[in-house]
C-alpha cells in the first residue's frame, strides 16, 4: 500500500500541479495580509474562502484522477495486491499532495508574517486542520462517485452537484426550512441537520474557536449553546473525523464487489 | 517543419497566457475591492486596465497568433516584422499593465495604447498585403474572407478612440461620449472578435479538407456583414427613443442571428471534425462557446425589443453580458482552436483548467443575474474569481509539453511500468 501512495503521490507532486495549488496560496496569504495588515482578519477572510474552495478543488480533482488513472489501476487489479490496498493507497496520495499544498501555502506567508509571536497560532492551526479534513473528505466522496460511475461525464457532473449541493443550496433550503417552519420548536433538528453537511461543520468549527459570535450564525449558536465552545470543537472535529471514515469504508466496499 | 511554426506560436501563446492571467489578477482586485474596499485604490483605474488588457492583451495576442498560424504560409511566417510586431504589441500592453492602475487616462497609459493601435493598423496591412500575394488569381477562401471583414471592422473600431479626444473637449462626456464607447465595444466584440474566430472555424474545417464554398457560409458571411452597421443603432435606444431606431436595431439583430444560424448549422453538420475521437471534452469546449455565442445573439434581438430598454443601463447585467461573450465565447473558442491545432496539449490537466475556469465561469454569470437574492454575493463573486485564477494558472502551467516532440507521455509510461515490476518483484520474492 505504501508503494501505491509513494508512486501517486510522486505522480501528482512531478505533474506541477501541485506545485500550481501550492503557489495559489502562497500569493493568496501573501497578498491577503499585505492587504488585510491583521493576522486576525485575514484568518476570518481566509476561512470563508477555504471552506469553499478546497472541497471544490478536491472534488474535482478526486474524480478527475480517478478518471485518469483508471487504466494504471486496472493493470495493478491484475497483480497480487489487494483490492482494497490499491483505492486506499490512491486515495491517501491524492488527499496528503493536496493537503500539503494547502497546509504549506497558507503556513509560510503566515510564519512570514510573525505567526508565532501572535495569539491567533491555534485558530490558524484550526483553519489548516478542518482545510484539511475538507480536502480528505472530498477527496473520499468523489472517489466514491467514481466508484459508483463509470461513465465520466456522469461521475462529473454527480461530483459537482455534490458540491454545489453542499456548498450552496443546503444552507439555502435549511434557511428556507427553518422561516416556514418558524411556529415549531426545531432547535434540535437545525443542530441534528449541521452534522449532515461538513462544510457548514467545519465553519462552525473554525467560528467557535476564533470565538465570534456575530458570525457563528443560527446553527453555529445553536451549537454553541448546546456544547459550550471547548466540547463543541471537540465534537464538532470528531463528527469530521466520522465523516472521512464513513465515505472511505464505504468506497473500500465498493472497490471489493466492483467489476472492472 | 510544422513542428517548429507550432513551437514559435507556442511561445507567443504563453505570452497572451500571461496577460490572461494578469488580467485576471486585476478582475480578482477588483471582486476584492466589492468585498473589503481597499485602501488607495482607484476603482476606475483597476476597470480600465482589466479592460484594456483584456481587449489589447489577451484577446487581440492570441488572435494574433492564431491568425498568422493558420494563414501565413512558412515563408511569410517566419518573417521578421511579425515578430517585431509582437513584441511591441506586447510592450505596449505592459506599458498599460503598469500605468493604467495607478493613473487612469494619463499621457503614459494613453501613449501606451495609442503604440498597440497603431501596431495593429501596421499589422493589418502587413498581413492583408501577405494575404493578397497568396491569393493573386485565386478565389478567396471563405475563411480569409471572414478574417479580413473581421480586420476591417478592427480598423473600424479603433477610430472610435481617435474620436473620443475631439468629441469630449467640443461637447464633454455627453451621449456623443458614450455613443463612440458603444462603438467601440460593438466593432470589437461583433465585427473583430466573432468574425475572426468564425473564419479560424472555418479554416479549420478547410485544412480538413471540407469545401466551405458552400452557400449556408456565404449566406451567413453576407447577413451577419450587412447587420453589423445597422446593429449598432441598439447603443443608441437608451438615449434617443425615437421609434426607427427601435425597428433598425431589431431587423439588424434578427438578421444578424440568420445569419449565425446558417454558419451553427454548417458547423454542426461538420461537426466530427472540430473534436478529437478520443478526448470528447474538446469538443464539448465548441459546443459550449458557440452556445454562448447563439445566447448572445438571441439576447441581442430581446434587447432590441422595447421592454428591456431599460434593463441595459443595468450595469450587473452589463457586466454579465460582457463576461458572457468575452469568456463564455471567444476565450473558450481561443482555447478549443489552440488545443485542436496542436499548440495547447490536450492533456489531462488541460482539463483540469477548462473545467475549472467553466465552472467558475458559470457560476459567476448566475451569480450577476442573481446577486440581489444572494447573501454574501460579493464574497462568493470573490470566491469564484480565484477559481478563474487557479484554472487559467494550471492552463498555463500545461503548456510546455509541446516543445518536446510529441510522446511526451513517454517518462510517465515507463514509470509506471517500472511501478509494476517492482511490486511484482516484491510479491515474488514473498
Given at each position: 500500500m505504501i508503494k501505491i501512495l509513494k508512486y501517486s503521490f510522486s505522480d501528482l507532486m512531478r505533474s506541477k500541479w501541485s506545485y500550481i495549488y501550492l503557489a495559489f496560496y502562497l500569493i493568496?496569504?501573501?497578498?491577503?495580509?499585505?492587504?488585510?495588515?491583521?493576522?486576525?482578519?485575514?484568518?476570518?477572510?481566509?476561512?470563508?474562502?477555504?471552506?469553499?474552495?478546497?472541497?471544490?478543488?478536491?472534488?474535482?480533482?478526486?474524480?478527475?484522477?480517478?478518471?485518469?488513472?483508471?487504466?494504471?489501476?486496472?493493470?495493478?487489479?491484475?497483480?497480487?495486491?489487494?483490492?482494497?490496498?490499491?483505492?486506499?493507497?490512491?486515495?491517501?496520495?491524492?488527499a496528503l499532495s493536496l493537503s500539503l499544498s494547502l497546509v504549506i501555502g497558507l503556513g509560510v506567508p503566515f510564519l512570514v508574517y510573525g505567526l508565532f509571536q501572535s495569539a491567533e497560532i491555534f485558530n490558524f492551526i484550526m483553519l489548516l486542520v478542518s482545510g484539511a479534513f475538507l480536502t480528505f473528505i472530498f477527496v473520499a466522496l468523489s472517489v466514491l462517485i467514481g466508484l459508483y460511475n463509470s461513465n465520466k461525464i456522469k461521475g462529473f457532473g454527480y461530483a459537482i452537484l455534490m458540491w454545489l449541493f453542499l456548498a450552496v443550496i443546503y444552507d439555502g433550503a435549511l434557511l428556507i426550512a427553518m422561516v416556514m417552519f418558524r411556529d415549531y420548536p426545531l432547535d434540535n433538528l437545525a443542530l441534528a441537520a449541521s452534522f449532515f453537511n461538513p462544510i457548514d461543520l467545519s465553519r462552525i468549527m473554525i467560528l467557535l474557536k476564533l470565538d465570534i459570535s456575530a458570525l457563528l450564525g443560527y446553527t453555529g449558536a445553536l451549537f454553541q449553546q448546546f456544547f459550550g465552545t471547548g466540547t463543541g470543537v471537540v465534537v464538532s472535529m470528531i463528527i469530521l473525523l466520522l465523516w472521512v471514515i464513513f465515505p472511505l469504508v464505504m468506497m473500500l466496499q465498493k472497490s471489493k464487489s466492483k467489476d472492472f | 517543419?510544422?513542428?517548429?511554426?507550432?513551437?514559435?506560436?507556442?511561445?507567443?501563446?504563453?505570452?497572451?497566457?500571461?496577460?490572461?492571467?494578469?488580467?485576471?489578477?486585476?478582475?480578482?482586485?477588483?471582486?476584492?475591492?466589492?468585498?473589503?474596499?481597499?485602501?488607495?485604490?482607484?476603482?476606475?483605474?483597476?476597470?480600465?486596465?482589466?479592460?484594456?488588457?483584456?481587449?489589447?492583451?489577451?484577446?487581440?495576442?492570441?488572435?494574433?497568433?492564431?491568425?498568422?498560424?493558420?494563414?501565413?504560409?512558412?515563408?511569410?511566417?517566419?518573417?521578421?516584422?511579425?515578430?517585431?510586431?509582437?513584441?511591441?504589441?506586447q510592450g505596449a500592453n505592459f506599458g498599460m499593465l503598469f500605468t493604467f492602475p495607478f493613473t487612469g487616462y494619463a499621457p503614459w497609459s494613453i501613449a501606451f495604447s495609442t503604440l498597440h493601435t497603431i501596431c495593429a493598423i501596421i499589422f493589418t496591412f502587413i498581413f492583408i498585403s501577405?494575404?493578397?500575394?497568396?491569393?493573386t488569381g485565386m478565389m478567396w477562401p471563405m475563411s480569409a474572407r471572414f478574417v479580413i471583414w473581421a480586420l476591417i471592422f478592427m480598423l473600424i473600431s479603433n477610430l472610435a478612440p481617435f474620436a473620443l479626444g475631439p468629441v469630449v473637449s467640443m461637447f464633454g462626456k455627453?451621449?456623443?461620449?458614450?455613443?463612440?464607447?458603444?462603438?467601440?465595444?460593438?466593432?470589437?466584440?461583433?465585427?473583430?472578435?466573432?468574425f475572426a474566430l468564425l473564419g479560424l472555424v472555418i479554416r479549420f474545417l478547410e485544412t480538413k479538407d471540407i469545401n466551405t464554398n458552400h452557400p449556408f457560409i456565404k449566406r451567413g458571411l453576407v447577413l451577419k456583414a450587412?447587420?453589423?452597421?445597422?446593429?449598432?443603432?441598439?447603443?443608441?435606444?437608451?438615449?434617443?427613443?425615437?421609434?426607427?431606431?427601435?425597428?433598425?436595431?431589431?431587423?439588424?439583430?434578427?438578421?444578424?442571428?440568420?445569419?449565425?444560424?446558417?454558419?451553427?448549422?454548417?458547423?454542426?453538420?461538420?461537426?466530427?471534425?472540430?473534436?478529437?475521437?478520443?478526448?470528447?471534452?474538446?469538443?464539448?469546449?465548441?459546443?459550449?462557446?458557440?452556445?454562448?455565442?447563439?445566447?448572445?445573439?438571441?439576447?441581442?434581438?430581446?434587447?432590441?425589443?422595447p421592454a428591456a430598454v431599460d434593463l441595459l443601463i443595468n450595469r450587473?447585467?452589463?457586466?454579465?453580458?460582457?463576461?458572457?461573450?468575452?469568456?463564455?465565447?471567444?476565450?473558450?473558442?481561443?482555447?478549443?482552436?489552440?488545443?485542436?491545432?496542436?499548440?495547447?496539449?490536450?492533456?489531462?490537466?488541460?482539463?483540469?483548467?477548462?473545467?475549472?475556469?467553466?465552472?467558475?465561469?458559470?457560476?459567476?454569470?448566475?451569480?450577476?443575474?442573481?446577486?440581489?437574492?444572494?447573501?454574501?454575493?460579493?464574497?462568493?463573486?470573490?470566491?469564484?474569481?480565484?477559481?478563474?485564477?487557479?484554472?487559467?494558472?494550471?492552463?498555463?502551467?500545461?503548456?510546455?509539453?509541446?516543445f518536446l516532440p510529441k510522446d511526451d507521455n513517454i517518462p510517465k509510461q515507463s514509470n509506471i511500468i517500472k511501478t509494476i515490476a517492482q511490486t511484482h518483484q516484491k510479491t515474488q520474492v514473498k
Open positions: 493568496l496569504g501573501f497578498v491577503l495580509l499585505f492587504l488585510n495588515n491583521d493576522i486576525s482578519k485575514a484568518i476570518i477572510t481566509l476561512m470563508n474562502l477555504i471552506v469553499v474552495l478546497t472541497p471544490l478543488i478536491g472534488t474535482i480533482f478526486g474524480i478527475m484522477y480517478f478518471y485518469n488513472s483508471r487504466e494504471f489501476t486496472e493493470l495493478l487489479l491484475a497483480q497480487p495486491v489487494s483490492r482494497s490496498k490499491i483505492f486506499f493507497g490512491q486515495y491517501l496520495g491524492i | 517543419m510544422v513542428t517548429e511554426k507550432n513551437s514559435i506560436s507556442a511561445i507567443r501563446v504563453r505570452i497572451a497566457l500571461l496577460n490572461l492571467f494578469l488580467l485576471a489578477c486585476l478582475g480578482t482586485l477588483i471582486r476584492y475591492h466589492f468585498y473589503e474596499p481597499i485602501e488607495g485604490v482607484n476603482l476606475t483605474y483597476l476597470h480600465h486596465a482589466h479592460s484594456h488588457l483584456a481587449f489589447l492583451g489577451w484577446v487581440f495576442m492570441a488572435l494574433f497568433v492564431l491568425v498568422t498560424h493558420q494563414f501565413l504560409q512558412k515563408n511569410r511566417f517566419f518573417d521578421k516584422s511579425y515578430t517585431y510586431l509582437f513584441f511591441a504589441l501577405d494575404l493578397k500575394k497568396e491569393y455627453t451621449d456623443a461620449y458614450y455613443f463612440l464607447v458603444n462603438s467601440y465595444l460593438h466593432f470589437q466584440y461583433n465585427g473583430w472578435f466573432t450587412v447587420a453589423i452597421f445597422p446593429a449598432l443603432s441598439i447603443s443608441i435606444l437608451s438615449e434617443d427613443e425615437n421609434e426607427l431606431w427601435f425597428y433598425l436595431a431589431l431587423l439588424a439583430s434578427i438578421i444578424q442571428l440568420l445569419g449565425l444560424c446558417y454558419l451553427l448549422i454548417f458547423f454542426w453538420g461538420n461537426r466530427s471534425h472540430l473534436a478529437f475521437k478520443t478526448q470528447k471534452w474538446v469538443g464539448y469546449i465548441a459546443l459550449f462557446a458557440f452556445s454562448a455565442l447563439l445566447l448572445q445573439h438571441i439576447l441581442h434581438v430581446l434587447g432590441a425589443l450587473q447585467l452589463v457586466v454579465a453580458y460582457l463576461h458572457l461573450v468575452f469568456i463564455g465565447f471567444v476565450t473558450f473558442l481561443i482555447f478549443h482552436q489552440l488545443i485542436t491545432l496542436g499548440i495547447l496539449n490536450s492533456g489531462t490537466y488541460m482539463f483540469l483548467g477548462m473545467a475549472l475556469l467553466l465552472i467558475a465561469f458559470i457560476a459567476s454569470e448566475l451569480l450577476l443575474l442573481t446577486r440581489n437574492f444572494v447573501s454574501h454575493s460579493n464574497l462568493l463573486l470573490f470566491i469564484l474569481a480565484l477559481l478563474h485564477l487557479i484554472g487559467i494558472l494550471t492552463i498555463f502551467s500545461q503548456h510546455k509539453h509541446r
